[in-house]
């Protein structure tokens, strides 16, 4: 996409390497929000990142 900045690299794994995978629903937020609205988005956000780093790791070690 154009224009879109990341701070996400690229992860390739080994060969043969075990992995997890897991994809949370969009998240939303209008482009009209305000201050407080962001700051709930992002910290939403956190908390939907952080749910699916568990969820990923607990797949690449076979618990899912």
């Known amino acids: 996409v154009t224009g879109v900045q990341t701070c996400a690299l ?3 794994p080994k060969p043969f390497a075990t992995v997890g995978v897991a ?3 969009p ?3 209008p ?3 305000s201050e407080e609205d962001l700051e709930a988005a992002r910290r939403e956000l956190e ?3 952080a749910a699916l780093e ?3 790791r607990a797949l690449a ?3 899912g």
């Open 10 to 12: 690229p992860i390739l």
């Open 23 to 25: 994809i949370g629903e």
């Open 27 to 29: 998240l939303a937020v």
């Open 31 to 33: 482009a009209t929000a």
């Open 47 to 49: 908390r939907r990142l």
């Open 54 to 56: 568990t969820r990923a």
């Open 61 to 63: 070690l076979g618990q």
